[in-house]
C-alpha cells in the first residue's frame, strides 16, 4: 500500500521553445519545457514530487515534525517548511553556517521564515556534516517529546526517486517519442526517478557540483549499471554556486527567447549544459528533447552576484 500523499495538482504543463530551439542550432520543433517550476505548492520546484513520497512516510510513521539538511538557500529546504505548513507539521531546516549568514538573507531563506520553519545553524564546516548534526538535532527533538522524521539531503533517496518515476510516466504520456531528456543534476534523486521511467539512454543529467560523485550517486539511487549513465560535468566551474559565464549566458538566452527564468546553481547549469550537448553532438538538430524545468526562482534572487550582474548589464543598454 502507498503512502504518497498529494501536494499539488498534475500533470505540470509541456510548452514547446521554438525561439530558444532556433537560437541553439535545433530545428523549432524540437524543444519542449516540461514546467515543473509550476508546481502548486510554495513557489514550485521538482522537489515537490519528492516530498510526496517522503512527507507520506513520515506521516504513517506517526511524525509531528520534519528536518532537513542543504544550503541556506535549498529549494528542497523551502518546500519542505511549505509541506510541513500545508500538513501541520513543525519544520527545522539544517544549514551550515551561523544566524549573522541570514543578516542579508533573500530568496529561499525569506520563504523559509514564512512558512514557519525554524533553522538550526550548523557552524562553519563541510555541507557533508549536516547529516550528522541533524540527527543530534532529531535526537534533542525526542527529548522534548516531538516526534522527528529526518528527510535526506534533497529529499533524494530510492523513496525520494519515485517522485520521478511518476514524472517520467507523465512526461512519456505527453512526449512519448521523446530521444533527450535535459535535467539539472544536483543530489541525484530527480535523474534517478527519471532514468527508472525512461531508461539510462533517454536522459542526459548537468552535474551542478552539489555531490562528490554524481555518477555513483545516481546509480546508486537508480540501482543502474554507471556506465549506461548520461552525465556531463564540464558545467560545475569552479564549485556548486559559483557563477560562471556559460551559466550566465544559458540564462541570458532562454529569458530573452521564451521568457523562461532559470536559477545560477541547477536550471541555469543544465540549460548551459543543454547548449554544450548541441553543439557537440551529443544532441541533435530533429531529436525531439525535453528540458526540465526544476524551478528555483527565488535561489536567483538569493544569488548576489547573479542580481549583481544582471541588474548592472541595464545600464549598459541604450534607451530605446
Known amino acids: 500500500m502507498s503512502d ?23 530545428h523549432e520543433g524540437d524543444l519542449w519545457i516540461k514546467r515543473d517550476d509550476l508546481i502548486g505548492l510554495g513557489g514550485g520546484g521538482n522537489k515537490v514530487r519528492k516530498l510526496e513520497w517522503t512527507v507520506g512516510a513520515a506521516l504513517a510513521a506517526g511524525a509531528d515534525t520534519l528536518v532537513t539538511t542543504g544550503a541556506a538557500q535549498s529549494n ?34 525569506v520563504l523559509d521564515s514564512l512558512f514557519g520553519a525554524r533553522v538550526h545553524w550548523a557552524g562553519p564546516g563541510a555541507p557533508s556534516g549536516l547529516g550528522r548534526v541533524a540527527e543530534d538535532v532529531c535526537e534533542q527533538l525526542r527529548g522534548e517529546g516531538a516526534r522527528p522524521f529526518l528527510i535526506p539531503f534533497g529529499g533524494s533517496s530510492p523513496l525520494g526517486a519515485r517522485g520521478y518515476v511518476d514524472g517520467g510516466e ?12 535535459v535535467v539539472a543534476l544536483g543530489s541525484g534523486g530527480t535523474m534517478a526517478g527519471l532514468v527508472g521511467a525512461l531508461g539510462a539512454e533517454r536522459v542526459l543529467g548537468v552535474h551542478c557540483g552539489a555531490v562528490e560523485d554524481p555518477v555513483a550517486t545516481v546509480a546508486g539511487l537508480a540501482g543502474v549499471d554507471p556506465g549506461s549513465l548520461r552525465v556531463r560535468t564540464d558545467q560545475v566551474g569552479a564549485g556548486y554556486g559559483v ?41 541533435a538538430p530533429g531529436e525531439l528533447t525535453v528540458f526540465l524545468h526544476s524551478g528555483g526562482l527565488p535561489g536567483l534572487f538569493g544569488h548576489a552576484e547573479t542580481v549583481h550582474r544582471t541588474v548592472s548589464a541595464l545600464s549598459s543598454r541604450k534607451p530605446a
Open 4 to 26: 504518497k500523499i498529494a501536494l499539488s495538482t498534475w500533470p505540470t504543463p509541456m510548452e514547446p521553445a521554438p525561439r530558444l530551439a532556433d537560437r541553439i542550432g535545433l
Open 76 to 109: 528542497h529546504a523551502r518546500l519542505t517548511a511549505a509541506a510541513g505548513a500545508r500538513l501541520g507539521l513543525d519544520v527545522v531546516l539544517v544549514f551550515p553556517g551561523t544566524p549573522d549568514s541570514a543578516a542579508h538573507g533573500s530568496g529561499n531563506l
Open 170 to 181: 507523465e512526461l512519456l504520456a505527453q512526449l512519448p517519442d521523446v530521444a533527450h531528456v
Open 243 to 283: 557563477l560562471t559565464e556559460p551559466v550566465l549566458a544559458a540564462m541570458r538566452t532562454a529569458a530573452a527567447t521564451e521568457g523562461i527564468v532559470l536559477d545560477p546553481v541547477y536550471t541555469g547549469r543544465a540549460m548551459a549544459g543543454l547548449l554544450a550537448a548541441v553543439r557537440d553532438g551529443d544532441i
